[in-house]
């Protein structure tokens, strides 16, 4: 988001297995503890592994402030589990609840996961939401992003849900199934001629195939490994789509260690959608996980290039540091791509082991002419 300036201010200790731990605690030494002192225990606890519990949760949450948003609570819950919890030898499954409420208006709640089934045979991967969010709207292509100062006001309603489901071929490599609904509407417009004449409210609906190849040693937060997919949508209108489009997507993520405590990690993305794309399903530009520092949606165009590479580094105890550069491209077609629109940036980040190898992470993100703070879990990819 365009000048976020996130405070985290408190962390908010939740769940029954807090007050759980305290009473037990109490009970053997007879010491009544303040609500302060039950979470400094909880949080130097939740990093803690813990393979005798099929499934271990915890909540963070707190207060954050941005320019447009405004003030606002953030809640989440991140949990780690193994459906075979007697092999230790692969990745544990891992989900996340999270919710953001502001004063702005802004809201969201979602979910979203990865399930690996014993032996690593079969993947679920899941990530559902629902948000409403007070938006600006610059129109497609990058000279009207680049126009700074010329857009319209509205609000962004979206729900969205994506599900994967792969079989294992050979060591680390899958082939699956996907599906994908998606709706977008566009309420409130300041200036509905930003539209150009199209519909204010869009859906997509459609599914296709994935093939990947993952080596990666733990997917919230590789050490090392190898990821690579190439995932292939359709959206035809016989299915409750608004128009046909189709959508291509590959992935290249690459990890290794550098020296102590230090990963490095590299991230490449292209998305190349063809056919009668609506203006609310056009790749967009910027968020908390690629190009950070950008207004998400301020550049947006049928087709997206875009890489990165982040230097993590563990610096003292359940602390960490993150820098990071990159660069992206929007452009409608291959024959009308330009150098001179790739856009830059830079950033630094803060890290926190909230759960074992799950960190909370704050960034900020220096784009052109524009900066951006982040709060989330798990890093960005």
């Not at 519990?53 to 989440?76: A, E, M, Q």
Request: proline content about 3%; overall charge positive; aromatic content about 16%.
């Amino acid at each position: 988001m365009n000048n976020r300036i996130t405070y985290i201010l408190l962390f908010l200790a939740l769940g029954s297995n807090i007050i759980c731990y305290s009473q037990t605690d109490s009970t053997k030494t007879g010491e009544k503890k303040n609500l302060i002192k039950k979470v400094y225990e909880y949080f130097e606890k939740s990093n803690e592994v813990n393979n005798d519990k099929r499934f271990d949760i915890s909540f963070i949450g707190g207060p954050h402030y941005s320019s447009d948003t405004k003030l606002g609570l953030g809640l989440v819950a991140s949990g780690l589990y193994r459906i075979d919890s007697t092999d230790l030898s692969i990745s544990p499954s891992n989900v996340s609840i999270y919710g953001d409420f502001t004063t702005s208006g802004f809201y969201m709640l979602g979910i979203g996961g990865n399930t690996i089934f014993p032996k690593d045979n079969y993947r679920l991967d899941m990530d559902m939401f629902f948000s409403s969010m007070p938006s600006k709207y610059w129109g497609i292509g990058y000279d009207n992003g680049r126009n700074e100062d010329n857009y319209s006001k509205y609000t962004k309603k979206e729900i969205q849900i994506k599900v994967d489901f792969l079989k294992k071929l050979a060591d680390h490599t899958y082939i699956g199934i996907t599906g994908m609904g998606q709706h977008v509407r566009g309420d409130k417009f300041r200036d509905i001629t930003f539209l150009d004449g199209a519909r204010r409210n869009n859906t997509a609906i459609g599914g296709g195939i994935i093939i990947s190849y993952d080596s990666r040693d733990f997917i919230p937060n590789p050490y090392h490994g190898l990821y690579l997919k190439l995932e292939q949508n359709f959206y035809p209108e016989f299915l409750g789509s608004s128009s046909n489009f189709n959508r291509t997507e590959v992935v290249a993520r690459y990890y290794t260690p550098v020296w102590k405590g230090g990963i490095l990690a590299f991230d490449f993305q292209g998305t190349f959608n063809n056919g009668n794309v609506p203006w609310s399903m056009v790749t967009l530009l910027g968020s908390s996980y690629q190009m950070r520092g950008y207004y998400k949606g301020q550049y947006r165009d049928k087709k997206l290039l875009q890489t990165q590479v982040e230097l993590r580094q563990k610096v003292y105890r359940r602390s960490g540091i993150a820098l990071w550069a990159g660069a992206g491209n929007i452009f409608p077609d291959f024959d009308e791509f330009k150098w001179k629109h790739t856009l830059p940036t830079f950033g630094v980040g803060y890290r926190w082991e909230f759960k074992n190898r799950v960190n909370v992470r704050l960034d900020y993100g220096i784009g052109k002419g524009q900066t951006a703070f982040y709060f989330n879990i798990n890093e960005a990819f």
